[in-house]
């Protein structure tokens, strides 16, 4: 069973950064999308950025250039950077391994003050 424990969240002012990381239980295969995705209260949860080692890093309009994931394969982390905040980015931010029929983390709050 994957287990996925995320951590970095947090309160923000709009402009500002953080950075958000998810470690796996058990070693994931590289090929398989790790990723994040969030979800804004009144809204459905969207894709935020994903990376596999076949395919490199995905990421939503809304993001990109904002946000940077990476993948540590050897110790089965994934990370998220986000710089130049926004309000609109407020939301849980789950970490995912596999797609959204697969593993999922407990969330970790994220808040953008304006």
């Known amino acids: 069973q994957v287990q996925l424990v995320e951590s970095g969240g947090g309160l923000v002012q709009a402009g500002g950064s953080l950075r958000l990381s998810c470690a796996a239980s058990v070693s994931l295969f590289p090929i398989n999308a790790m990723g994040w995705y969030r979800q804004a209260p009144g809204k459905q949860r969207e894709l935020v950025a994903t990376?596999?080692?076949?395919?490199?890093?995905n990421y939503a309009i809304s993001v990109k250039g904002r946000f940077t994931i990476s993948r540590d394969y050897a110790k089965n982390t994934v990370y998220l950077q986000m710089n130049s905040l926004k309000p609109e980015d407020t939301a849980v931010y789950y970490c995912?391994?596999?797609?959204?029929?697969?593993?999922w983390g407990q969330g970790t709050q994220v808040t953008v003050s304006s």
């Open positions: 995912n391994y596999n797609g959204p029929s697969g593993y």
């Open positions: 990376i596999t080692s076949g395919g490199g890093p």
